[in-house]
Nanobody, 119 residues
Framework: QVQLVESGGGLVQPGGSLRLSCAAS????????MGWYRQAPGKERDLVAT???????NYADSVKGRFTISRDNVKNTVYLQMNSLKPEDTAVYYC?????????????WGQGTQVTVSS
């Protein structure tokens, strides 16, 4: 019933920008935390950024100053603005939401979207 749908991935040159979106839909009562994670081939899935319902943010050191996470609580959507992209940012990016439909909080994941930074 609950679904997270991502969009905005693609190919970009080093130094370029990209904006990812993730919309949560279904019988959602509240979303506590939303975030972005990424996974490169042969690597662990790592946290990129998280944002609480009231807007408190947390970033991986590798993206601080370059990426900005935000959310729209009316649309149940989280965004990731990625600037000054580097080849090492190349990965599949996954949206995550810690949400409740009324019976406790559960993690949900988006389908993943490929971000490739290459010249």
């Amino acid at each position: 019933q609950v679904q997270l749908v991502e969009s905005g991935g693609g190919l970009v040159q080093p130094g370029g920008s990209l904006r990812l979106s993730c919309a949560a839909s279904g019988s959602i009562f509240s979303i506590r935390v939303m975030g972005w994670y990424r996974q490169a081939p042969g690597k662990e899935r790592d946290l990129v950024a998280t944002i609480t319902k009231i807007g408190n943010t947390n970033y991986a050191d590798s993206v601080k100053g370059r990426f900005t996470i935000s959310r729209d609580n009316v649309k149940n959507t989280v965004y990731l603005q990625m600037n000054s992209l580097k080849p090492e940012d190349t990965a599949v990016y996954y949206c995550n939401a810690d949400l409740t439909t009324g019976r406790g909080y559960v993690d949900y994941w988006g389908q993943g979207t490929q971000v490739t930074v290459s010249s």
